[in-house]
T-cell receptor, first 112, second 120 residues
Framework: KQEVTQIPAALSVPEGENLVLNCSFTDSAIYNLQWFRQDPGKGLTSLLL?????REQTSGRLNASLDKSSGRSTLYIAASQPGDSATYLC???????????FGPGTRLSVLP | GAVVSQHPSRVICKSGTSVKIECRSL??????MFWYRQFPKQSLMLMAT?????????EQGVEKDKFLINHASLTLSTLTVTSAHPEDSSFYICSASLERGIFLAGDTQYFGPGTRLTVL
């Protein structure tokens, strides 16, 4: 059974810092991995999707990497801003047409 | 991009009543839809997989007689929480799978905005 963990559980940084969020999964046989952002009381915003054959994806200040063999992914946020404050969820899918398995999330606070 | 809607966005009901939540894919047909729930300060957990025209598949520990799922068309799945109790209070999110074929662009799942259920 796939299990996804995320470290740290919470993170508080001053504005402008670069930071890394970590995600680990126990079964390396994944179809893809996706990073989401969730604001309090809200739904999910998709940030980056990495297919199993890819090593990384970039969008603006965000960069996500995937090391499938070791069961790890990182989300790098450059020059953090207060607007980045949210919970970041990592999720993996085992196959085409299958559901996501979510990690517990990292709660990020960026202080002005 | 593809859009998935949920209705209602928020519902408050009395204990013992039933609540229906709709999940619609607005601009694509979804053979498969998934229902997740999220308790406060916890992550999303899969409740069930809904396939158009067939019975839903429920995860272990989810009561199928309590959480009724109907996927009557390729654009609509409904989740009915029957005889709701305060412990059913949660955030319910659906996702719809846009499938392009396993040998083409694969499939992408789009999430609805969620429904917050509060049972008094």
């Amino acid at each position: 059974k796939q299990e996804v963990t995320q470290i740290p559980a919470a993170l508080s940084v001053p504005e402008g810092e670069n930071l890394v969020l970590n995600c680990s999964f126990t079964d390396s046989a994944i179809y893809n991995l996706q990073w989401f952002r969730q604001d309090p009381g809200k739904g999910l915003t998709s940030l980056l999707l990495i297919q199993s054959s890819q090593r990384e994806q970039t969008s603006g200040r965000l960069n996500a990497s995937l090391d499938k063999s070791s069961g790890r992914s990182t989300l790098y946020i450059a020059a953090s801003q207060p607007g980045d404050s949210a919970t970041y969820l990592c999720a993996v899918r085992r196959g085409y047409g299958q559901n996501f398995v979510f990690g517990p999330g990292t709660r990020l606070s960026v202080l002005p | 991009g593809a859009v998935v809607s949920q209705h209602p966005s928020r519902v408050i009901c009395k204990s013992g009543t039933s609540v229906k939540i709709e999940c619609r894919s607005l601009d694509f047909q979804a053979t498969t839809m998934f229902w997740y729930r999220q308790f406060p300060k916890q992550s999303l957990m899969l409740m069930a997989t809904s396939n158009e025209g067939s019975k839903a598949t429920y995860e272990q520990g989810v009561e199928k007689d309590k959480f009724l799922i109907n996927h009557a068309s390729l654009t609509l799945s409904t989740l009915t929480v029957t005889s709701a109790h305060p412990e059913d209070s949660s955030f319910y999110i659906c996702s719809a799978s846009l499938e392009r074929g396993i040998f083409l662009a694969g499939d992408t799942q789009y999430f609805g905005p969620g429904t917050r259920l509060t049972v008094l």
